[in-house]
Nanobody, 123 residues
């Protein structure tokens, strides 16, 4: 059974940076496309970024373009989300997700989810 575990969240001031990690266990990361989503209090879970199996294809939400970078290291079974120039509106629980067959911005495509890591950006 594949499991995903996020880490790297925390409290940061506006303009700061964080790097989130998502470690995949129970299977090889290489067979999964990966996505990052976030959910703020009282809001629906929304797409942030996605990366395909090889890492050569990426997709970003408009809110993440130019500030966030998704990447993966299949040898380490780990996916990453580098977040720069953070804003208070980026405050949310961030989730990584994995799927063998599809990738993109639809959360319903992803079969496997982590428990999330809290990111709080102070103004």
């Amino acid at each position: 059974q594949v499991q995903l575990a996020e880490s790297g969240g925390g409290l940061v001031q506006a303009g700061g940076s964080l790097r989130l990690s998502c470690v995949v266990s129970g299977d090889f990361l290489a067979v999964y496309a990966m996505g990052w989503f976030r959910q703020a209090p009282g809001k629906e879970r929304e797409f942030v970024a996605a990366i395909n199996w090889s890492g050569r294809g990426t997709q970003y939400a408009d809110s993440a373009k130019g500030r966030f970078t998704i990447s993966r290291d299949n040898a380490k079974n780990t996916a990453y989300l580098q977040m720069n120039s953070l804003k208070p509106e980026d405050t949310a629980v961030y989730y990584c997700a994995a799927d063998r067959a599809r990738w993109g911005d639809a959360r319903t495509w992803y079969d496997h989810w982590g428990q999330g890591t809290q990111v709080t950006v102070s103004s």
